[in-house]
């Protein structure tokens, strides 16, 4: 075997030397003491790459609303992160949200990622609360009403489920940002075209916060596209054979996710995409392997 083939390929040699890219990690609340050691121990795994921030979500309908509470303020008062805490329209009035928005800001907690949210059943169509913040851009006006919070919100490469049309949800993320946002966090895809497509289409249409493409490594490829199937990501039949005939060899099938998510996040970083969003689903291998393909480490 010559010297050569001991060489990275070539993109991913290239984001080794290239400038390191920002990033951010998103964690969702645990339901069980097992399930908060799981989170913790992989929140002290990623922590030391020094990420922008990290959020944790919130459960349809405010679900998990009190232990993603509790995770945050433990981010905010128990490590160096930077806590950012999901909060949408769902199943609270306005006074309700603006007094949580409230006790982040006290607690030292000053990102929101600010989202309208699902009903409880996913089936069931959305209905503002009668008297709470009706869609996302209303929250975003409310919360920067409340203080200077840095904003993030959601936007959809491949179109909300729910819009009416490419350009109606365009249109909705502009309404989004005009009321405040500081950047847009994407949906996870697999066709890095389509995130690029959105991207100059929002830039085109006057949206000029960052776009930050989320990116979801594939720690199971069946539950993955079942999250795909709920949120309208496309799964291409190409993935799906990739995946076919692994679910009893777990290696093979995490050699297979971690190539996906590198390749994808490599054409990203060709097209000029400086920043990061990783669904890490509260598992820190892949994430933390991605990172350091992308020239980020503990020491950098």
Not at 96 to 101: C, F, H, K, N, T
């Amino acid at each position: 075997m010559s010297p050569s083939e001991f060489m990275p390929p070539i993109g991913l040699k290239h984001a080794v030397v290239a400038a390191k890219p920002r990033i951010s990690f998103e964690f969702f609340p645990p339901k069980s003491e097992k399930m908060e050691e799981q989170l913790w121990r992989n929140i002290r795994r990623l922590a030391p790459l020094k990420p922008d921030f990290v959020s944790v979500t919130y459960g349809a309908g405010g679900t998990t609303r009190e232990r993603t509470h509790d995770t945050v303020r433990r981010l905010a008062s128990e490590t160096d992160l930077t806590p950012a805490a999901h909060l949408t329209c769902v199943g609270a009035s306005r006074d309700e949200v603006d007094a949580v928005a409230r006790s982040y800001w006290e607690a030292g907690v000053k990102h929101i990622v600010a989202l309208r949210g699902d009903m409880p059943d996913h089936s069931a169509p959305y209905q503002p609360h009668p008297q709470g913040y009706a869609y996302a851009a209303d929250l975003v006006a409310g919360l920067k009403k409340i203080a200077d919070f840095d904003i993030s919100v959601a936007g959809y490469p491949e179109v909300h489920p729910e819009a009416t049309s490419p350009a109606a949800d365009l249109e909705n993320l502009k309404r989004k940002v005009d009321a405040g946002a500081d950047r847009v966090i994407t949906q996870f895809f697999f066709d890095p075209d389509r995130f690029l497509t959105f991207r100059d289409k929002a830039a085109a249409a006057g949206i000029a916060v960052p776009i930050v493409p989320g990116i979801i490594p594939i720690g199971n490829f069946w539950t993955v596209k079942k999250f795909g199937q709920m949120c309208g990501t496309e799964i291409p039949g190409w993935l799906e054979k990739l995946f076919d005939g692994l679910q009893e060899d777990e290696r093979t099938h995490e050699m297979v996710a971690a190539a996906v998510a590198a390749e994808t996040c490599q054409r990203l970083r060709t097209a000029g995409v400086e920043n990061f969003h990783f669904y890490t689903l509260n598992r820190a291998g892949l994430t933390y392997a991605l990172c350091r393909m992308l020239g980020i480490t503990e020491n950098s």
